[in-house]
């Protein structure tokens, strides 16, 4: 609770300064939603898949403030050696949700401002729960199989940056191509790669031509 609190606080700073300090009378928005797929360091490259989306906002070129929101989940359980005595204590699936607040800088784009290539840093909050393998009796000599297991829950503060390709494929669609890499005050760390479906709108290329 106390992160998530951190977390609003800090995130409610950040918007106010970015929006204050950046002035700009013409500002793009867009809504997005799509899908990623999500790896740990402690599952040697397994993954999990994830939905998600964002809302992005101009500040003043060639900044911009987005806010997302994620879900994921994953399983390694079908594969996992139960019997296996250097497997206690991993993790067997996660069940996550991210919140994220971040800035972002295009670096490189066309003439007609239809591609373009962005860094982007923030804040990230994740939450849910991670469950835990603890110990396994066999059988013999229990009377049948026994897994015992623990459910660790996760509120955490963390640190996200990423890069994000941005195609104007009609004239408010976009096809968003994009990597992320989460770290956090506590747990480990996760990288994703996904792409997002974007729309436009009061974007002032296009005010004049739809009015």
């Not at 989940?73 to 949700?97: E, H, K, M, V």
């Not at 829950?153 to 994000?164: A, N, Q, S, V």
């Not at 890499?181 to 506590?186: G, P, V």
Request: glycine fraction near 8%; charge should be positive; include cysteine.
């Amino acid at each position: 609770m106390k992160s998530f609190i951190q977390f609003l606080l800090l995130s409610s700073i950040f918007f106010y300064s970015c929006n204050s300090v950046c002035f700009a009378q013409n500002r793009v928005n867009e809504l997005s939603v799509g899908l990623a797929s999500v790896y740990f360091p402690d599952w040697k490259f397994s993954g999990s898949w994830s939905a998600g989306g964002h809302y992005q906002r101009t500040l003043k070129e060639p900044f911009s403030l987005a806010f997302g929101f994620q879900y994921g989940y994953g399983s390694i359980a079908s594969d996992f050696d139960f019997t296996a005595p250097a497997n206690l204590g991993t993790t067997l699936d996660r069940s996550l949700y991210h919140a994220d607040l971040a800035v972002g800088y295009k670096f490189l784009t066309n003439t007609s401002s239809t591609i373009s290539l962005g860094l982007y840093s923030g804040l990230t909050y994740v939450w849910g729960r991670e469950v835990i393998f603890l110990i396994y009796y066999p059988s013999p000599p229990a009377p049948f199989p026994e897994a015992f297991y623990v459910s660790n829950p996760r509120h955490h503060l963390g640190f996200i940056t990423g890069i994000e390709l941005n195609f104007l494929l009609l004239k408010r669609f976009n096809v968003e191509p994009n990597v992320k890499f989460r770290a956090y005050t506590k747990g480990v760390p996760d990288l994703s790669f996904g792409i997002n479906l974007g729309f436009r709108f009061a974007d002032p290329k296009f005010i004049r031509k739809d009015t």
